[in-house]
């Protein structure tokens, strides 16, 4: 039995010649929070997508909950319980709240609770409850980034990728939303990558995290630690 939703050995990846990531190794224990962190073009978003086997291709090893998921098609990593949050949030702008909501059921594996679980979602998020019957495009920044997550969670993941869920945002929504992400952590038991250019307010959610510099692991540890390491003070908290 494994102890990790997530093992990732020796990840390349390449968009056509242009190669991206170099070689990878990422462990993600059950239930955890595991920050991805890095400078801008470091390889964060590719890494997310190229565990989705999305936009890019990809060589090396990747296991969830110890099945082999590599080589699986986008879609089926996605109804194998890998929810990706993508940059851009990836919301469908000329449908409603609702049927975003809807469409986001579609990798599960059963049609059975999906009204429950919209329940929930709004439970976490009730702005979107208020917003039920409200085209997604003129919906706020924070309410389309609290939509996506909803999206995902309606596929009912066991493992959620999260890029960049600040981006964009009002430092009093942006907490909002990492309130509730760590409450969907420990009340649904979905473990958790999140990538961030925030690394403080990354840290402050993660167990564990992994910094990123062109395409390679170059420090990962217990959130605590990286957080006291001098390069990553200097280099990603501005202290
Ligand atoms: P950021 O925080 O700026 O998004 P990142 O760490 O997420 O940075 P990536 O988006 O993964 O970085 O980009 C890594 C590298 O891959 C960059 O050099 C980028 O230019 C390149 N890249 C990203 N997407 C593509 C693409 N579709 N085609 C070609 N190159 C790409």
Redesign the pocket.
Known sequence: MTTHILEVRGLHAA??P?R?LQGIDLDIPTGQVVALL??????????L?ALCQM??STEGRIMLAGQRIDGRSTEQIAKSGVGHVP?GRGTFLGLTTEENLRLGAYARASREGIEADMVRVFDYFPRLRERRGQQAGTLSGGEQQMLAIGRALMGKPRLLLLD?PSFGLAPLIVRDIFAIMRRINKEERVSILL?E?NAKLALDLADSAYL?ET?RIVLSGPAAEIRSNDAVRKAYLGE
């Open positions: 968009y056509g242009t991206v890095g400078a801008n073009g470091a390889g964060k978003t590719t890494t997508r936009m890019v940059d960049e990538v250019q990123i395409g």
